[in-house]
T-cell receptor, first 115, second 114 residues
Framework: DTAVSQTPKYLVTQMGNDKSIKCEQN?????MYWYKQDSKKFLKIMFS???????INETVPNRFSPKSPDKAHLNLHINSLELGDSAVYFC??????????????FGEGSRLTVL | AQSVAQPEDQVNVAEGNPLTVKCTYS??????LFWYVQYPNRGLQFLLK??????LVKGSYGFEAEFNKSQTSFHLKKPSALVSDSALYFC????????????FGSGTRLLVRP
Protein backbone atom coordinates (compact mmCIF):
# COMPACT_ATOMS: atom_id res chain seq x y z
CA ASP A 1 0.00 0.00 0.00
CA THR A 2 1.31 3.42 -0.96
CA ALA A 3 1.55 5.62 2.14
CA VAL A 4 1.61 9.02 0.43
CA SER A 5 0.35 9.11 -3.13
CA GLN A 6 0.34 12.00 -5.54
CA THR A 7 -1.34 12.41 -8.90
CA PRO A 8 -0.41 13.09 -11.57
CA LYS A 9 3.21 11.96 -11.56
CA TYR A 10 3.98 14.01 -14.67
CA LEU A 11 2.27 17.13 -15.89
CA VAL A 12 3.18 19.08 -19.03
CA THR A 13 1.22 22.24 -19.74
CA GLN A 14 1.33 25.63 -21.40
CA MET A 15 2.04 28.95 -19.71
CA GLY A 16 -1.09 30.61 -18.42
CA ASN A 17 -2.98 27.40 -17.75
CA ASP A 18 -4.39 26.34 -14.39
CA LYS A 19 -3.53 22.92 -12.98
CA SER A 20 -3.98 20.87 -9.82
CA ILE A 21 -1.95 18.20 -8.08
CA LYS A 22 -3.64 15.87 -5.63
CA CYS A 23 -2.18 14.16 -2.58
CA GLU A 24 -3.55 11.52 -0.26
CA GLN A 25 -2.00 9.78 2.74
CA ASN A 26 -3.26 6.62 4.40
CA UNK A 27 -0.97 6.80 7.44
CA UNK A 28 -3.47 8.48 9.72
CA UNK A 29 -1.18 11.49 10.09
CA UNK A 30 -2.53 14.86 11.14
CA UNK A 31 -0.05 17.04 9.24
CA MET A 32 0.59 17.35 5.51
CA TYR A 33 3.00 19.45 3.47
CA TRP A 34 3.85 20.65 0.01
CA TYR A 35 7.51 21.03 -0.91
CA LYS A 36 8.98 22.31 -4.17
CA GLN A 37 12.22 20.86 -5.54
CA ASP A 38 13.85 22.94 -8.24
CA SER A 39 16.17 21.87 -11.02
CA LYS A 40 19.17 22.11 -8.70
CA LYS A 41 17.44 19.71 -6.28
CA PHE A 42 16.96 22.43 -3.68
CA LEU A 43 13.94 21.55 -1.53
CA LYS A 44 11.77 24.31 -0.09
CA ILE A 45 8.63 24.10 2.00
CA MET A 46 5.57 25.81 0.57
CA PHE A 47 2.62 24.95 2.80
CA SER A 48 1.65 22.82 5.75
CA UNK A 49 -1.75 21.82 7.07
CA UNK A 50 -2.52 20.30 10.44
CA UNK A 51 -5.90 18.61 10.56
CA UNK A 52 -7.23 20.84 7.76
CA UNK A 53 -5.83 24.03 9.31
CA UNK A 54 -3.15 25.99 7.44
CA UNK A 55 -0.13 26.30 9.75
CA ILE A 56 2.75 27.11 7.42
CA ASN A 57 2.43 29.44 4.47
CA GLU A 58 5.80 30.40 3.08
CA THR A 59 6.45 33.25 0.68
CA VAL A 60 4.72 31.66 -2.25
CA PRO A 61 2.90 33.55 -5.04
CA ASN A 62 -0.83 33.65 -4.40
CA ARG A 63 -1.28 31.82 -7.70
CA PHE A 64 -0.60 28.76 -5.53
CA SER A 65 -3.56 27.73 -3.40
CA PRO A 66 -3.58 24.64 -1.22
CA LYS A 67 -6.78 22.98 -0.16
CA SER A 68 -7.33 20.30 2.46
CA PRO A 69 -10.82 18.78 2.34
CA ASP A 70 -9.92 16.42 5.19
CA LYS A 71 -6.77 15.52 7.06
CA ALA A 72 -5.91 12.71 4.64
CA HIS A 73 -5.89 14.95 1.57
CA LEU A 74 -3.95 18.04 0.57
CA ASN A 75 -4.31 19.35 -2.96
CA LEU A 76 -2.33 22.08 -4.67
CA HIS A 77 -3.93 24.31 -7.29
CA ILE A 78 -1.79 26.59 -9.42
CA ASN A 79 -3.29 29.42 -11.48
CA SER A 80 -1.73 31.17 -14.46
CA LEU A 81 1.25 28.88 -14.68
CA GLU A 82 4.66 30.44 -15.41
CA LEU A 83 7.88 28.94 -16.75
CA GLY A 84 9.46 29.28 -13.31
CA ASP A 85 6.85 27.00 -11.80
CA SER A 86 8.51 24.05 -13.53
CA ALA A 87 9.74 21.82 -10.73
CA VAL A 88 9.02 18.62 -8.86
CA TYR A 89 6.36 19.09 -6.21
CA PHE A 90 6.45 16.73 -3.25
CA CYS A 91 3.65 16.04 -0.85
CA UNK A 92 4.58 14.76 2.60
CA UNK A 93 2.93 13.91 5.88
CA UNK A 94 3.97 13.54 9.50
CA UNK A 95 2.48 12.46 12.78
CA UNK A 96 3.89 15.46 14.63
CA UNK A 97 2.75 19.02 14.05
CA UNK A 98 5.27 20.77 11.74
CA UNK A 99 7.39 17.63 11.74
CA UNK A 100 9.58 18.78 14.59
CA UNK A 101 10.43 15.39 16.03
CA UNK A 102 8.80 12.89 13.75
CA UNK A 103 10.00 12.04 10.32
CA UNK A 104 8.24 13.11 7.16
CA UNK A 105 6.87 10.57 4.72
CA PHE A 106 7.15 11.76 1.15
CA GLY A 107 5.19 10.97 -1.97
CA GLU A 108 6.95 10.09 -5.22
CA GLY A 109 6.68 13.63 -6.53
CA SER A 110 4.81 15.34 -9.36
CA ARG A 111 7.03 16.69 -12.10
CA LEU A 112 5.48 19.83 -13.56
CA THR A 113 6.83 21.17 -16.86
CA VAL A 114 5.52 24.51 -18.09
CA LEU A 115 6.17 25.23 -21.78
CA ALA B 1 16.87 32.24 11.27
CA GLN B 2 17.82 28.63 11.11
CA SER B 3 19.86 27.22 8.27
CA VAL B 4 21.63 24.06 7.29
CA ALA B 5 24.67 23.73 5.05
CA GLN B 6 25.98 20.78 3.11
CA PRO B 7 29.34 21.99 1.84
CA GLU B 8 29.93 19.22 -0.70
CA ASP B 9 27.86 18.95 -3.86
CA GLN B 10 29.22 15.48 -4.46
CA VAL B 11 31.13 12.84 -2.53
CA ASN B 12 32.92 10.04 -4.33
CA VAL B 13 33.99 6.89 -2.55
CA ALA B 14 35.02 3.37 -3.51
CA GLU B 15 32.83 0.46 -2.51
CA GLY B 16 33.90 -0.98 0.82
CA ASN B 17 35.47 2.27 2.01
CA PRO B 18 34.01 4.40 4.77
CA LEU B 19 31.95 7.39 3.74
CA THR B 20 31.14 10.73 5.34
CA VAL B 21 28.61 13.29 4.15
CA LYS B 22 28.97 16.59 5.96
CA CYS B 23 26.28 18.80 7.45
CA THR B 24 26.45 21.88 9.64
CA TYR B 25 23.55 23.85 11.04
CA SER B 26 22.67 27.18 12.60
CA UNK B 27 19.73 27.53 15.01
CA UNK B 28 18.75 29.29 18.18
CA UNK B 29 18.10 26.75 20.87
CA UNK B 30 18.16 23.01 20.61
CA UNK B 31 18.15 21.56 17.11
CA UNK B 32 16.30 18.55 15.85
CA LEU B 33 18.41 17.03 13.08
CA PHE B 34 17.53 14.61 10.31
CA TRP B 35 19.02 12.82 7.32
CA TYR B 36 16.99 11.83 4.29
CA VAL B 37 17.96 9.99 1.11
CA GLN B 38 16.51 10.45 -2.37
CA TYR B 39 16.94 7.87 -5.10
CA PRO B 40 16.42 8.93 -8.74
CA ASN B 41 12.84 9.85 -9.55
CA ARG B 42 11.69 9.01 -6.03
CA GLY B 43 10.56 10.89 -2.96
CA LEU B 44 12.78 11.44 0.06
CA GLN B 45 13.12 8.63 2.58
CA PHE B 46 13.92 9.12 6.24
CA LEU B 47 17.27 7.68 7.37
CA LEU B 48 17.78 8.83 10.95
CA LYS B 49 17.24 11.65 13.41
CA UNK B 50 18.73 13.24 16.50
CA UNK B 51 16.32 14.73 19.01
CA UNK B 52 18.04 14.30 22.35
CA UNK B 53 20.23 11.84 24.21
CA UNK B 54 23.15 9.90 22.79
CA UNK B 55 25.11 11.96 20.29
CA LEU B 56 25.62 8.96 18.01
CA VAL B 57 22.44 7.88 16.30
CA LYS B 58 22.01 4.83 14.12
CA GLY B 59 19.60 4.60 11.26
CA SER B 60 18.53 2.62 8.25
CA TYR B 61 20.84 0.73 5.87
CA GLY B 62 23.80 0.84 8.27
CA PHE B 63 24.07 4.63 8.35
CA GLU B 64 24.85 6.60 11.47
CA ALA B 65 25.36 10.23 12.33
CA GLU B 66 27.05 12.07 15.16
CA PHE B 67 25.67 15.21 16.72
CA ASN B 68 28.46 17.60 17.68
CA LYS B 69 27.09 20.61 19.49
CA SER B 70 30.36 22.52 19.73
CA GLN B 71 30.96 22.23 15.99
CA THR B 72 27.23 22.51 15.14
CA SER B 73 27.59 19.49 12.90
CA PHE B 74 25.65 16.35 12.14
CA HIS B 75 27.76 14.37 9.68
CA LEU B 76 26.38 11.20 8.12
CA LYS B 77 28.67 8.17 8.12
CA LYS B 78 28.83 4.57 7.07
CA PRO B 79 31.75 2.21 7.77
CA SER B 80 31.60 0.41 4.43
CA ALA B 81 29.92 1.94 1.38
CA LEU B 82 27.85 -0.02 -1.12
CA VAL B 83 27.24 0.85 -4.77
CA SER B 84 23.52 0.87 -3.91
CA ASP B 85 24.15 3.74 -1.46
CA SER B 86 24.63 6.04 -4.45
CA ALA B 87 21.90 8.65 -4.13
CA LEU B 88 21.19 12.24 -3.09
CA TYR B 89 21.41 12.88 0.66
CA PHE B 90 19.70 15.72 2.47
CA CYS B 91 20.38 17.01 5.94
CA UNK B 92 17.51 18.85 7.64
CA UNK B 93 16.99 20.79 10.84
CA UNK B 94 14.05 22.10 12.81
CA UNK B 95 14.05 24.25 15.91
CA UNK B 96 11.96 26.52 18.06
CA UNK B 97 13.17 29.71 16.39
CA UNK B 98 11.39 28.80 13.18
CA UNK B 99 8.30 27.22 14.69
CA UNK B 100 9.82 23.81 14.08
CA UNK B 101 9.61 24.03 10.31
CA UNK B 102 11.84 21.41 8.75
CA UNK B 103 14.51 23.17 6.67
CA PHE B 104 16.55 21.12 4.22
CA GLY B 105 20.13 21.53 3.08
CA SER B 106 21.02 21.73 -0.58
CA GLY B 107 21.78 18.03 -0.85
CA THR B 108 24.95 16.03 -1.46
CA ARG B 109 25.20 13.50 -4.23
CA LEU B 110 26.98 10.35 -3.10
CA LEU B 111 28.62 8.27 -5.80
CA VAL B 112 29.99 4.88 -4.78
CA ARG B 113 32.12 3.31 -7.47
CA PRO B 114 32.57 -0.47 -7.71
Amino acid sequence: DTAVSQTPKYLVTQMGNDKSIKCEQNLGHDTMYWYKQDSKKFLKIMFSYNNKELIINETVPNRFSPKSPDKAHLNLHINSLELGDSAVYFCASSQARTGNTGELFFGEGSRLTVL
Amino acid sequence: AQSVAQPEDQVNVAEGNPLTVKCTYSVSGNPYLFWYVQYPNRGLQFLLKYITGDNLVKGSYGFEAEFNKSQTSFHLKKPSALVSDSALYFCAVSALDSSYKLIFGSGTRLLVRP
